[in-house]
């Protein structure tokens, strides 16, 4: 199908490009970035070998429109969305944390709780919890923000002891995260889903804070059907939910787990299918909007174009020539 596995553009007034897991990024004008969002899927920190159809459209219009919905919470570095897999925005220096909030044990929580831990990053966790259980209060688990390779759990104290972000930047931090949170959670009860957990990533430019990446999508987030939650949990059934867990779930069945030596299992296309299908099920569930695929012209050339028409406009004031 046509899937954006990678791109390979040079743009006019191009500076800079990145290849990350999932997206690929321009720097234009030192100014600007032009984030196209692949199709490529990872998991466990590695990225998979096949892309999934339709992925990054969802990952992308999703991200947008909770940026908008949260945007009198936190300023973000969005600019424009020229096309559904691509956005355009200010460029921001990173902090190099995600700030992971989880409302339930789920995930790799009940993984470590699972394992006798009773901390989660510096977080207590009371006895007595059964996976996918609500939490008495969200919280925060963050983690090291690693250009290459793994993230790792880190606590609250030792990044304010390791200088990694300063104490004020921090409180100011979780204040914007338990806020985004909070939206992301009412929104989601809209549409009958449980926000279970999520990250979020932010950057500073002049002094400013602002949220950056993408927000409340299953790449970085993790949906339960509000529908029969209660029930589920007391039969002790697996909760029904959207997010990337179920990627995860298959992977670990199938022997993979990221570690030296695992080999990714064979993707096939049935596989691929199901996957794509569960990200655009997210997105129809989550915006109460129907998914629309674009038509088949070539996806490359399509996201191409409208990076360079978008930049051409006056309020990028940069002058591209063909």
């Not at 046509?2 to 004008?29: C, L, M, S, W």
């Not at 339709?54 to 992308?60: E, R």
């Not at 949260?70 to 700030?99: A, H, Q, Y």
Request: a negative charge; one cysteine or more; aromatic letters at 10%.
């Amino acid at each position: 199908m046509n899937a954006i596995k990678e791109t390979h553009f040079n743009f006019p007034g191009q500076t800079g490009y990145y290849k990350g897991k999932v997206r690929d990024v321009y720097t234009i004008d030192n100014k600007y970035l032009a984030m196209v969002v692949s199709d490529r899927i990872s998991a466990f920190d590695v990225v998979l070998p096949e892309a999934i159809p339709y992925k990054g459209q969802v990952l992308n219009q999703i991200a947008a429109r909770f940026l908008e919905a949260t945007s009198d919470i936190v300023p973000n570095w969005v600019l424009s969305v020229p096309d559904p897999s691509v956005t355009i925005g200010r460029i921001c220096e990173p902090f190099k944390v995600e700030m992971v909030i989880r409302g339930y044990l789920a995930g790799h929580a009940a993984r470590e709780y699972a394992a006798g831990r009773r901390q989660v990053c510096g977080e207590a966790l009371p006895e007595g919890l059964k996976e996918n259980d609500i939490l008495p209060e969200p919280i925060i688990t963050p983690t090291t923000k690693a250009s290459v390779g793994h993230d790792e759990d880190i606590s609250k104290e030792d990044i304010l002891a390791k200088g990694i972000v300063t104490a004020a930047d921090y409180a100011q931090l979780e204040t914007y995260t338990k806020a985004l949170f909070k939206r992301g959670t009412e929104i989601a009860a809209r549409q009958g889903l449980i926000l279970v957990d999520t990250k979020y990533e932010f950057g500073k430019v002049d002094g400013v804070i602002y949220l950056i990446d993408e927000i409340h999508t299953p790449d970085s987030s993790r949906y339960f059907y509000k529908e029969g939650y209660e029930e589920r949990q007391q039969s002790g059934e697996a909760q029904k939910q959207l997010s990337k867990e179920f990627v995860r779930k298959w992977l670990i069945e199938n022997g993979f787990q990221g570690k030296d030596g695992q080999e990714v299992p064979a993707m096939t296309p049935e596989i691929v299918e199901s996957i794509s299908d569960r990200y655009i099920e997210l997105y129809e569930q989550i915006t109460g909007a129907k998914f629309e695929k674009p038509d088949n012209q070539d996806v490359i050339e399509r996201v191409k174009g409208a990076i360079i028409q978008e930049l051409r406009l006056p309020k990028f004031k940069i002058l591209l020539d063909e």
